[in-house]
Every structure is written in C-alpha cells, then in structure tokens.
C-alpha cells in the first residue's frame, strides 16, 4: 500500500520546482539552459502526458476507468505485460530524445531515474523501490525541464561556452 503521505508530498515537491522557476522567471541552472524548438516541446508533452497516464493507471484504477476511450488501455497497462511495458518504454525514450540538447550529465541521470522506474516496475522490485524511484525521476525531470529549458530570448538561456549559438560568446572579430 502507497504511504498516505506520498503523492501529497510529491505534488508539493514538484510545485515547488515549478513555482521556483515561474518565480525566478528564468531556468533554475540557467548557465546550462538551452532552448526547446516547438516540435520537441509538443512531443516531449505528450511523452510526458502518456507517463503520467501509465503512473495514474497503476495507482488510480478507479478514477481513470471513468474514462471510456482509455479504460481498456488502462487495464492493459495494469496487466504489467507488453503493453504496460510499450506504454512505459517507448514515452520515456521520446522524452529522453526530445530532451537531447539537456546537458548530457542531466540527461544521463533522469535517463537511468527512468531505467529504475521501469526496473522496479517490470522486475518486482517491490512497491516502495518503486516509489522511490518514481519520485526521483518526477524530481529530477521536473529540474531538468524547469532548470535547463529556456527559450533563446531568456537571460541566461544557452550560456554554456562552446555550444553552437551560444548567446554569450562574442561573434569573430572583423580583420583589418
């Protein structure tokens, strides 16, 4: 059985993050932000609607089995067969794709958070494993999208030396 506190206390965290960075108006690590194109935003929302779905499917049966369009797909996903399995593997490798301009250590994290969730999903590694590693992952994507996206135009975004457009770097200088 879930703790009573849990998801309580993981929507606090996780509106913490986001009210930080909606405070600061800025990404948190905004000397490692890079800007997000339209496209991967979309995807990258979707990917995570998909999981939210999948993590709302295994704890929520009842709410989401109102739902006509998505009940079967919720039983699916509760069966811990291949379906859950795509439903979990293939949303969580898109958000890792769209994600790919995150600074690679961020990215390499929230990647293995990902890898322990479906581990100890799809493994039995127990409920309270499991949990833990949901609320890693939630706290690390959540700091990565709200510390390391920014758009172009943002103070800071894409301060990172070296990279392709980087805003901060000087442009070549004229000869002559």
Request: charged share 10%.
């Amino acid at each position: 059985m879930v703790p009573v506190a849990y998801w309580p206390t993981l929507a606090v965290v996780a509106g913490a993050i986001l009210a930080l960075r909606a405070l600061m108006g800025r990404p948190l690590l905004h000397r490692f932000a890079r800007p997000l194109d339209t496209v991967s935003a979309i995807i990258l929302v979707i990917a995570g609607a998909a999981l939210a779905f999948h993590c709302a499917a295994m704890f929520f049966p009842r709410p989401v089995e109102v739902l006509p369009l998505l009940s079967t797909h919720a039983r699916s996903i509760r069966g811990l067969q291949l379906g859950s399995e795509l439903a979990f593997w293939v949303p969580a490798g898109v958000a890792i794709v769209a994600l790919r301009m995150v600074w690679f250590p961020a990215l390499a994290v929230l990647t293995l958070s990902l890898v322990a969730v479906g581990w100890s999903m799809f493994d039995g590694r127990g409920l309270m494993v499991h949990l833990g590693a949901i609320a890693v992952s939630v706290v690390v994507g959540l700091t990565v999208v709200a510390g390391m996206l920014g758009s172009p135009t943002e103070e800071g975004a894409m301060a990172v030396p070296g990279h392709r457009g980087d805003a901060t770097r000087p442009g070549p200088r004229a000869l002559g």
